[in-house]
């Protein structure tokens, strides 16, 4: 398996558009969880799903973000409209029930 | 406040000398997970802890639960450049498993020649 595979790698984009990340997790896996990554808060929990249902999404900031999971080898984070200070690295990321979450490469987000 | 700090935040260290992480939880912890993070990458899983008093090694790198006072330490022995990226320590919030990591706030590591 080629692990957890998110695009794209890198995405700058002007204030009020709209913004999606894509993530596939490796096959299997029954859970998968955005995070956001920044300086000033560090790695932050978004949304996460159980076999493609959301199971908390407290750590979505507010209703700008949206996490979506059609099926088991795909989940989006869409925000609209895009602000500066969404600006960070999310990563996506896999696990099974028990043991360690598989982390992708996470795409850096830069909103001008 | 952070549920998970780390200490100390950022730490250089010579090359081949040995060094400690910290991670104090302020919840009770069902797992500690322990992770390293170039920069520009995504993070790589380097072990976890479950029980009270569990020690885990790998290679030189050697980690310890210690559940009654909610703390983890992390110790590289030998420090070698390929050490150096960031360490975060995650926590597990129910006691099912891997369910809901949240994670702390991070130990920049460099190591100079």
């Known amino acids: 398996d080629a692990g957890v595979i998110q695009s794209p790698r890198h995405e700058v984009t002007e204030m009020g558009q709209e913004v999606t990340l894509r993530c596939k997790p490796i096959?299997?896996?029954?859970?998968l969880f955005w995070y956001r990554q920044t300086m000033m808060r560090g790695l932050e929990l978004l949304i996460y799903?159980?076999?493609?249902?959301?199971?908390?999404d407290s750590g979505m900031p507010e209703d700008r973000f949206s996490a979506k999971m059609p099926n088991a080898s795909f989940s989006t984070l869409k925000i609209q409209p895009s602000e500066p200070r969404d600006s960070a690295v999310y990563f996506c990321?896999?696990?099974?029930?028990?043991?360690?979450?598989?982390f992708g490469q996470g795409t850096r987000l830069t909103v001008v | 406040s952070q549920e998970l700090e780390q200490s100390p935040q950022s730490l250089i260290v010579q090359e081949g000398k040995n060094l400690t992480i910290n991670c104090t939880s302020s919840?009770?912890?069902?797992?500690l997970y322990w992770y390293k993070q170039k920069y520009g990458e995504g993070l790589i899983f380097l072990m976890m802890?479950?029980?009270?008093?569990e020690e885990k090694s790998h290679e030189k790198i050697t980690a310890k639960l210690d559940e009654k006072k909610q703390q983890s330490s992390l110790h590289i022995t030998a420090s070698q450049p390929s050490h150096a990226g960031i360490y975060l320590c995650?926590?597990?919030?129910?006691?099912?498993?891997?369910?809901?990591?949240?994670f702390g706030t991070g130990t920049r590591l460099t190591i100079i020649p």
């Open positions: 919840k009770t912890l069902y797992g």
């Open positions: 990321a896999s696990s099974l029930t028990l043991g360690e979450a598989f």
């Open positions: 802890l479950q029980k009270g008093g």
């Open positions: 096959s299997g896996h029954d859970y």
């Open positions: 995650g926590a597990d919030r129910s006691n099912f498993g891997n369910e809901k990591l949240t």
């Open positions: 799903f159980n076999n493609n249902v959301p199971i908390d």
